[in-house]
């Protein structure tokens, strides 16, 4: 729905603030929001009901934390799993932070 840059520290607080202008940006009121979906960090965990709406953790994110622990792929070790994964991390950051590096590889 938006991207805004934050200025001040990420509190549950602040994140349930900038939510509610975001929706009035958007001319979304209040009660038109059902939920607030999100990774589950601490931080925003009940960002949602402070403006009275429901919190719920993010499926997709949940099911990526449980096969990155299922893989050991969150663990530095030198299994083959967790060395693709960290080549293939590389890669993409690589490619992500370098207008150069993808332009001559779309080339």
């Not at 520290?9 to 979906?37: M, N, P």
């Amino acid at each position: 729905m938006a991207t805004v840059k934050l200025e001040e520290q990420h509190t549950a607080d602040y994140l349930a603030q900038q939510l509610k202008l975001t929706a009035e940006s958007g001319s979304i009121q209040q009660e038109q929001v059902s939920a607030v979906v999100h990774d589950g960090a601490a931080n925003v965990k009940d960002t949602g009901s402070r403006n009275n709406w429901k919190d719920v953790s993010c499926a997709a994110h949940k099911l990526h934390l449980a096969v990155t622990s299922a893989l050991a792929i969150d663990k530095p070790n030198n299994s083959a799993v967790s060395k693709c994964v960290g080549a293939a991390s590389w890669l993409v950051g690589h490619f992500h932070h370098s207008v150069l590096a993808t332009n001559e590889m779309l080339k």
